[in-house]
């Protein structure tokens, strides 16, 4: 059990405009849930909450929150972990999406398991250390003779952090030959995809409202798997109540590439390959029309903003701003580790709140709104009904950002909002997930920071082919 004593500014549902902070309240957790929240509460006697009146015991941590925001985790709804390992490189700095995977694909063919285990380890915690309690992953690249679970790999990444963990069963089917992007060496066939992606909702996938292991499908691009591929993909997921994610309107170039190929624009393929509907998220989604919008709004399609990496690779400003005001539900992502190259997910939403005023001006978009993406829509977009707000009964997934230092004097007008305009700093004092010490004054609990960081640039060389 965790008490949170004294909360200098604990915000219940900080998407909502008029939620006003509880100031001094406590807040008690028992087993992976938020049992009470209230004024001075009583220490537990025999690890039994007084007000719950049955239970297992177990062990006290009390955190003095006297100095901190206390807001739902966070919840990341698109990443590629494996590319922490090739981060910043030289060759592609300044390179378009295209290029950029051209590249990188070459490097990519060399991952195996350590490369899989540490790189996923890298990514959560970085994560987690942001203030996230809840993350995807789209792995789509399995080069030739990896012959080990790699999704089993992940999981137990995600174990030794201690992240609620939702990752993607990605593909791809086409590979240079077939006129996609990718070399012949990390593609795989239909049958395997399919027969894989079977497996492993069989064997991981949690339908519970706190499950720690989801599984997701998701064809990584519609240029790079067939129409078949899409299709069948769409189906099985269905059959199964999992949920469905692809990379659309990105880039222009994508646009070229499916007029070119099939001559119609991603979105109308989409619609004609089964690929839409309210169990459906995009990433990017920058190359809308007003017409595909619509689109996006009659058919409950959600779209995951990905601020960071669409600067990064000069791809576009997403229309962000309009989708929320047509209701369409926009959730928040760091992205691939190559392409951001970070996975800071409060200092997404700070690039999320100014990249949108970039485009529409300083009033187009709002704190709650960018807090929005963050927590309810992202618990929305992975399947997590009880997420996203600090409620009693509700999954205990909580961040806590000490905003008593030097970085943000001055600016504790507004706490909340405080987190996005100030500070040199986005890591967490402390991240719960599911009702467990993660990140404790700023530290991860589970893993060795210092011996990870040592095992990922060694790895990284390696798979580079550097020194």
């Given at each position: 059990?965790?008490?949170?004593?004294?909360?200098?500014?604990?915000?219940?549902?900080?998407?909502?405009?008029?939620?006003?902070?509880?100031?001094?309240?406590?807040?008690?957790?028992?087993?992976?849930?938020?049992?009470?929240?209230?004024?001075?509460?009583?220490?537990?006697?025999?690890?039994?909450?007084?007000?719950?009146?049955?239970?297992?015991?177990?062990?006290?941590?009390?955190?003095?929150?006297?100095?901190?925001?206390?807001?739902?985790?966070?919840?990341?709804?698109?990443?590629?972990?494996?590319?922490?390992?090739?981060?910043?490189?030289?060759?592609?700095?300044?390179?378009?999406?295209?290029?950029?995977?051209?590249?990188?694909?070459?490097?990519?063919?060399?991952?195996?398991?350590?490369?899989?285990?540490?790189?996923?380890?890298?990514?959560?915690?970085?994560?987690?250390?942001?203030?996230?309690?809840?993350?995807?992953?789209?792995?789509?690249?399995?080069?030739?003779?990896?012959?080990?679970?790699?999704?089993?790999?992940?999981?137990?990444?995600?174990?030794?952090?201690?992240?609620?963990?939702?990752?993607?069963?990605?593909?791809?089917?086409?590979?240079?030959?077939?006129?996609?992007?990718?070399?012949?060496?990390?593609?795989?066939?239909?049958?395997?995809?399919?027969?894989?992606?079977?497996?492993?909702?069989?064997?991981?996938?949690?339908?519970?409202?706190?499950?720690?292991?989801?599984?997701?499908?998701?064809?990584?691009?519609?240029?790079?798997?067939?129409?078949?591929?899409?299709?069948?993909?769409?189906?099985?997921?269905?059959?199964?109540?999992?949920?469905?994610?692809?990379?659309?309107?990105?880039?222009?170039?994508?646009?070229?590439?499916?007029?070119?190929?099939?001559?119609?624009?991603?979105?109308?393929?989409?619609?004609?390959?089964?690929?839409?509907?309210?169990?459906?998220?995009?990433?990017?989604?920058?190359?809308?029309?007003?017409?595909?919008?619509?689109?996006?709004?009659?058919?409950?399609?959600?779209?995951?903003?990905?601020?960071?990496?669409?600067?990064?690779?000069?791809?576009?400003?997403?229309?962000?701003?309009?989708?929320?005001?047509?209701?369409?539900?926009?959730?928040?992502?760091?992205d691939g580790s190559a392409s951001n190259d970070a996975s800071d997910f409060l200092g997404?939403?700070?690039?999320?709140?100014?990249?949108?005023?970039?485009?529409?001006?300083?009033?187009?978009?709002?704190?709650?709104?960018?807090?929005?993406?963050?927590?309810?829509?992202?618990?929305?977009?992975?399947?997590?009904?009880?997420?996203?707000?600090?409620?009693?009964?509700?999954?205990?997934?909580?961040?806590?950002?000490?905003?008593?230092?030097?970085?943000?004097?001055?600016?504790?007008?507004?706490?909340?909002?405080?987190?996005?305009?100030?500070?040199?700093?986005?890591?967490?004092?402390?991240?719960?997930?599911?009702?467990?010490?993660?990140?404790?004054?700023?530290?991860?609990?589970?893993?060795?920071?210092?011996?990870?960081?040592?095992?990922?640039?060694?790895?990284?060389?390696?798979?580079?082919?550097?020194?």
């Amino acid at each position: 059990m965790i008490l949170l004593k004294n909360c200098y500014a604990l915000y219940p549902d900080p998407a909502d405009p008029d939620c006003e902070p509880l100031r001094g309240v406590d807040l008690l957790i028992q087993g992976n849930r938020i049992n009470r929240i209230g004024r001075q509460l009583p220490a537990p006697k025999n690890g039994i909450p007084p007000a719950a009146g049955s239970g297992a015991s177990a062990a006290l941590q009390t955190i003095d929150a006297s100095r901190c925001v206390v807001v739902p985790g966070f919840v990341n709804t698109h990443h590629h972990f494996y590319q922490v390992l090739t981060r910043n490189l030289p060759a592609v700095q300044n390179a378009k999406l295209f290029t950029w995977l051209v590249y990188l694909y070459e490097i990519w063919k060399n991952i195996d398991e350590e490369a899989v285990l540490v790189s996923s380890q890298v990514a959560l915690g970085e994560l987690a250390k942001t203030g996230c309690t809840c993350t995807t992953d789209h792995h789509y690249l399995y080069p030739n003779g990896f012959s080990a679970d790699l999704m089993g790999l992940q999981f137990e990444a995600a174990d030794r952090i201690g992240m609620r963990f939702t990752p993607t069963r990605g593909s791809m089917s086409l590979s240079k030959k077939d006129g996609g992007l990718p070399p012949d060496s990390v593609v795989q066939t239909e049958e395997q995809i399919l027969e894989d992606s079977l497996r492993v909702i069989e064997q991981y996938h949690d339908p519970s409202p706190l499950a720690m292991r989801k599984v997701v499908l998701a064809p990584c691009s519609p240029f790079s798997v067939s129409r078949e591929l899409m299709v069948e993909t769409a189906r099985l997921a269905r059959s199964h109540a999992v949920r469905l994610h692809t990379h659309l309107a990105e880039t222009e170039d994508e646009d070229e590439y499916c007029l070119r190929k099939y001559g119609k624009r991603p979105l109308e393929l989409m619609e004609q390959w089964e690929f839409v509907g309210e169990d459906v998220s995009y990433a990017h989604g920058i190359h809308f029309s007003d017409e595909e919008l619509e689109v996006l709004h009659q058919s409950g399609t959600a779209v995951c903003h990905c601020p960071s990496s669409n600067m990064r690779l000069g791809s576009g400003i997403a229309r962000v701003k309009e989708m929320i005001e047509k209701g369409i539900t926009v959730s928040l992502a760091v992205d691939g580790s190559a392409s951001n190259d970070a996975s800071d997910f409060l200092g997404e939403m700070r690039q999320a709140l100014f990249l949108q005023r970039v485009r529409y001006g300083a009033d187009a978009i709002t704190v709650p709104q960018i807090f929005a993406l963050a927590t309810r829509n992202g618990a929305k977009v992975l399947n997590f009904s009880e997420l996203g707000r600090i409620e009693e009964g509700w999954g205990a997934d909580l961040a806590l950002f000490d905003v008593h230092k030097l970085a943000y004097a001055g600016a504790l007008s507004d706490p909340l909002a405080a987190l996005l305009f100030a500070g040199v700093d986005h890591r967490s004092e402390y991240t719960i997930i599911n009702g467990r010490l993660v990140v404790r004054q700023g530290k991860l609990t589970g893993v060795d920071e210092s011996d990870l960081t040592e095992k990922a640039n060694r790895i990284a060389a390696r798979i580079q082919k550097i020194g």
